[in-house]
């Protein structure tokens, strides 16, 4: 296996031990959010193992005695020749330091979007134990009891009530 081409295994064997697939499909709320994540995890399969079975493969190498014999010494000698002084390329990644900073700048506006979701999870959990409370005891209730927690709603009805203004 040609050194870049180990590389490039060695490193999609890393990347898709360290991706906890399962505990991030725990997270997902939506059902257009999971069939995302599924098509993004049947692609990342799909390439990975391209990458491994594409890359991991040697080729044969070539008998050239063999051919020496069936076809003769010179056109084997030729071929041979041609064949050596082929000169392969290395592959230099010009995508990923294009791609990178765009990458980068995703991922701070998910921590960011992290963030404003739990606080807003948080407040949505507050306001939801607010609402079963008073769900409870709103039969049992006072009109004082339900205005000293709504201060707001209580001086609006004394300012109708003072100006006379009864909804009509």
């Known amino acids: 296996m040609s050194g870049a081409g180990k590389k490039i295994v060695d490193v999609a064997k890393k990347a ?8 991030m499909a725990k997270l997902l709320v939506s059902e257009e959010a999971r069939k995302e994540f599924s098509t993004l995890r049947r692609a990342f399969d799909e390439v990975n193992s391209t990458l491994q079975t594409k890359f991991s493969m040697e080729p044969e190498p070539i008998d050239w005695e063999y051919y020496r014999k069936g076809i003769g010494p010179r056109v084997v000698d030729m071929y041979k020749e041609a064949y050596d002084s082929i000169q392969v390329p290395k592959y230099v990644d010009t995508v990923t330091p294009q791609f990178k900073p765009k990458f980068d700048a995703l991922l701070v506006e998910l921590k960011e979007a992290e963030q404003n979701s739990l606080k807003e999870t948080e407040r949505l959990d507050k306001e939801i134990a607010e609402v079963q409370e008073l769900k409870r005891k709103i ?5 004082n009891e339900y205005f000293e927690k709504h201060p707001e709603l209580k001086k609006k009805f004394d300012e109708e009530i003072r100006n006379d203004y009864w909804g009509y």
Request: net charge negative.
């Open 16 to 23: 898709s031990k360290g991706i906890d697939w399962d505990g």
């Open 139 to 143: 039969s049992t209730m006072t009109a």
